[in-house]
Nanobody, 123 residues
């Protein structure tokens, strides 16, 4: 059974930090790119960051560049999103997603999705 399980969300004050984890199982992790998306109430889903497990290339949305860092531990089938200097506008449900094609993740499509973890940043 394929699973992506996110954890690490929570409530934090502005300026604080959180580290999200996405643990994958049921598919060949090394063959996939992993992305983090987020969706705030009343807003469209937004791609936040991506990492390719084949060459470790990364992408960040302009809104998080310099504050968020994505990393992958292939031995643990886990992708992390370190979020620093959090802002209230970062409040959203964060989802990880996996797909063989980076181009599909760029377009917001993925073979597999996690259930999401809530991040709330207070003033």
């Amino acid at each position: 059974e394929v699973q992506l399980v996110e954890s690490g969300g929570g409530l934090v004050r502005a300026g604080g930090s959180l580290r999200l984890s996405c643990v994958a199982s049921g598919f060949r992790f090394d063959d996939y790119a992993i992305a983090w998306f987020r969706q705030a109430p009343g807003k469209e889903r937004e791609g936040v960051s991506r990492i390719s497990n084949s060459d470790s290339s990364t992408y960040y949305a302009d809104s998080v560049k310099g504050r968020f860092t994505i990393s992958s531990d292939n031995a643990k089938n886990t992708v992390y999103l370190q979020m620093n200097s959090l802002k209230p506008e970062d409040t959203a449900v964060y989802y990880c997603a996996a797909d063989r094609g980076l181009h599909r993740l760029r377009s917001g499509f993925a073979d597999y999705w996690g259930q999401g973890t809530q991040v709330t940043v207070s003033q």
